[in-house]
């Protein structure tokens, strides 16, 4: 297989929902195999058997073919570099194999020390954990001691075996050069004890043997990537082009965790954002297009991502911006495929005989997410108790005597009126406006107000009329002469 081609991967581990900065890696990984018409492989990750979570999987490949991005090889489409998960890689045996090669090379060493004795080895913080380092012992362990051990089927890792003196230099596209002393990198295990690799080997085993080009991850790994360019530079490989991405932040300026609800991809979903509008928004967690243009389609993403673009800097999920971009895709939708989406949430609301499309289009420009649809149609189910405030509005020019008035005129026509579709009732009250030679606002606020029982309302006192029907007009206009009346 030819290696000029891009090749990029997403490598989750199936542990659970799929964070926003899971989604973000395997959003570029894929804007930036396609964009140089290259290909994007899916490869499970599962070597940490403890923290697998069942139906993981099943939630990868949801995501990924909810959000569109589409794998041109993976688990369920061979390109032949598989197999494509790493349990079912390690019964081939490669790992083990390739760990085995740098213990020739002396770059690795078996190790056979117990837990007793790990657990009185100095201990350092690393990343904010606490690890103990590897003191080398095993590596002065004769080549006769380590066949007897492996003979009496002692239980044994494989670590990788870094010299006190020196320093290591490995290349990230967006910090450029990093060099560490390797006095402070630790002899990572490479096989565990249960005959897995860790994800530090096996990641470093497979992005080359599945001729991978471009690695994007959070860089969370970048202290870590000294070591791997070791391996890379142990086998004689080439490595491939580092992209580690900005941490992503809530509000706060903390790690964006499950604390903050919103921080799976399924979160966002159950909280009524629309897909295409959450992967424009997670694109632009740490990128940003020359223009500074915000709103994108995938076609458009891919077209333009360029991820030498990528920034440095933390990047702060802002739910109340990603609400907005949401609010523009519902704008933009069709208003078929907008009411098929929105019609469950208007039917938790209404349970009326009523237009339920007309319902959605009046309230398709004023939300941003699904579940703001309550709050803006409730009115229409039951008229809310309100305060009689309302009807004085210093704009219109009315007041509670002059709305009762013309609640009291205008009931009688109301009465009479059969077609009570808006254009008929926009003409007849138009009518009456200009009998009375008075502006629109003084007939339509009292109206408005009376039927809806709201000082902002989705659609006008017409369109209101037109969806609650002649019955519940009227009642509605009566209940507003009552309160009025008792008042004035
Ligand atoms: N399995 C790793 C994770 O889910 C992948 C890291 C990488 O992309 O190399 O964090």
New binding site residues.
Partial sequence: MSTDKIRT?????P?GRMHVG?LR?ALYEFLIAKHAGGDFMLRI?DTDQERLVEGAVDIIYRTMEKTGLIHDEGPDKDGGVGPYVQSERMKTGIYMEYAKKLVEKGEAYYCFCDKERLATLKSEVVEGKEISVYDKHCLSLSKEEIEANLAAGKPFVIRQNIPNEGTTTFRDELYGDITVENAELDDMILIKSDGYPT?NFA?VVD?HTMNITH????NE?LSSSPKYQRLYDAFGWKSPTYIHLPLITDENHKKLSKRSGHSSFEDLIEQGFLTEAIVNYIALLGWSPEDNREIFTLDELIRDFDYTRISKSPAVFDIVKLRWMNGEYMKAMDADKFYEMAEPFIKEVITKDMDLKKVANMVKTRIEVFPDIKEHIDFLETLPEYDTEMYVHKKMKTNKETSLAVLEDILPRLEAQEDYSNDALYAMLSEYVAEKEVKNGYVMWPIRTAVSGKQTTPGGATELMELLGKDETIARIRKGIELLKAEV
């Fill in positions: 991967r997403y490598a989750p581990s542990t899971n890696s990750e994800y990641n992005d690695v994007v991850r959070g790994y």
